[in-house]
């Protein structure tokens, strides 16, 4: 007999779940297949750049398209989202990737290569938010950073492998001029997959109590976790899921934060990894192959090591060393360019490492920053601002080191990161609940709500 409703376990405390598991890896995939759509592209136009006649504006504005796409879709999705639920966006956001990546084979004007690039950086931003979303909503509290962390090295290993796979696909005699269309389309198989994974996921608990109740919530609960557990012993009052509470009083500082960590952040990662041939031949670094595949293989070193110790540090400390620790690195690079080959191929690297540390937090902190019933929006709106940064980074690279060198180029990415750095020293809370007693830098007042944001 099922206990009654004082008795029973709140679902947040729930054992790992054949359905965390479904939405887990519904989810990591979706991230997968993310990260290697926006990877995938450099590494073709290396290939389409002949076949498509393809001068520096046009380089840029195909390697920034799904880059500004996402702007969009990551903002109109995280709207929509607070207001109709996840989950049909969750399954939607995989089959209009798995039908644009495919449409990108039958392509041989720029333009219209272009705009299919747009409205895959559209699926891409909705995924990012619905799926960042759905599983932080539905993961037990005690793994729920550990999860959010390894999101991003999800995300990372998409980006990677697509770098690899670009390749062997470019190896293969029998493709001709084809080959770019081949490597490009290839994340239809991840979106496939994604989509098969996907189909019956259900709504997310948290929003189902905000929006439909607490008995629509119980009966989603018992379904899926069974009818021992149940809703926090307290109920909290819903607040405003107005789009605008965000820059209120209450929630400002919580915005400009997420939005400019995330895009002081992208700007750098995006506009030097995806064209990092034409960097690592402006540093003077030989063998542009050979360090493609070393900048990737520190990336995910470097992923790993930010989710081994994003429990070990606090959320500001962080952002913080991250932030200063690869510009200091970037702006030795970039003043001594004559430095000795080696010790710029180990700087390359340790650069990569450190980068790719400070990316694990991408997924980890915005969820923290903005309660249950604006957390589509605030995520949403914090992708889509970061997109700004990781579009014009990428379109501007190709066309700003033709006309001005390579240096003017890293010069615009070390300037991110210290603002970057310097935004965060100024502004952001800390969300760590072992930390936020070193609440000092605030007023209590807003000690107190970022800690009561963070427990949702």
């Not at 991250?322 to 191929?345: E, K, N, S």
Request: proline share 5%; glycine share 10%; aromatic share 12%.
């Amino acid at each position: 007999m099922a206990p009654n409703a004082q008795n029973r376990i709140n679902f947040d405390d729930a054992p790992f779940s054949p359905i965390h598991k479904k939405i887990a890896v519904g989810t990591f995939m979706g991230q997968i297949c993310d990260g290697y759509v926006l990877g995938i592209v450099g590494i073709a136009l290396t290939y389409a750049t002949g076949a498509l006649e393809l001068d520096s504006n046009w380089m840029g504005l195909i390697g920034a398209g799904a880059l500004f796409g996402i702007l969009f879709g990551s903002l109109l999705t995280g709207i929509i989202i607070d207001r109709i639920g996840r989950k049909s966006a969750y399954a939607f956001v995989a089959f209009f990737t798995l039908l644009l990546s495919v449409a990108q084979f039958f392509l041989s004007d720029p333009l219209h290569l272009v705009i299919v690039r747009f409205l895959l950086g559209m699926c891409v931003g909705a995924d990012y938010t619905v799926g960042v979303s759905l599983l932080s909503e539905w993961t037990p509290e005690k793994i729920r950073t550990k999860m959010m962390s390894w999101l991003m090295a999800a995300w990372t290993f998409g980006y990677i492998i697509s770098y690899f796979a670009g390749l062997v696909i470019a190896t293969m005699d029998d493709l001709g001029d084809n080959g770019w269309r081949w490597i490009i389309c290839s994340s239809a198989l991840l979106a496939g997959l994604t989509l098969v994974i996907r189909i019956g996921s259900p709504e997310s608990p948290s929003w189902t109590i905000a929006k439909k109740g607490t008995a629509a919530a119980l009966s989603l609960i018992h379904t899926h976790l069974g009818p021992d557990y149940g809703l926090p012993a307290k109920e909290e009052k819903v607040e405003s899921a107005s789009f605008w509470r965000l820059f209120s009083p209450e929630l400002w500082r919580n915005t400009v934060t997420s939005c400019t960590f995330f895009l002081c952040q992208v700007l750098p990662f995006f506009a030097i990894s995806i064209f990092l041939p034409v960097v690592v031949k402006g540093l003077n670094i030989a063998n542009p192959h050979a360090s493609g595949m070393m900048y990737n293989g520190f990336t995910m070193v470097g992923v790993i090591i930010g989710i081994l110790i994003a429990d070990k540090i606090s959320r500001r400390a962080f952002l913080l060393w991250t932030f200063y620790g690869a510009g200091a690195i970037l702006t030795i690079m970039t003043v001594w360019q004559d430095m000795p080959a080696t010790l710029a191929f180990v700087l390359l690297g340790a650069f990569s490492t450190v980068l790719a540390i400070s990316i694990v937090a991408e997924w980890l902190y915005p969820p923290e920053l903005f309660p249950t019933e604006l957390r589509g929006s605030g995520v949403g709106l914090t992708i889509a601002a970061s997109r700004i940064g990781a579009g014009m980074g990428t379109w501007m690279l190709p066309v700003v080191t033709e006309q001005y060198g390579v240096s003017t180029t890293l010069i615009c990415c070390i300037a991110s990161l210290v603002i970057g750095g310097v935004v965060c020293q100024l502004l952001a809370p800390e969300t760590s609940p072992q930390f936020t007693a070193a609440l000092q830098f605030q007023p209590k007042d807003k000690a107190a709500e970022n800690k009561a944001y963070a427990r949702n």
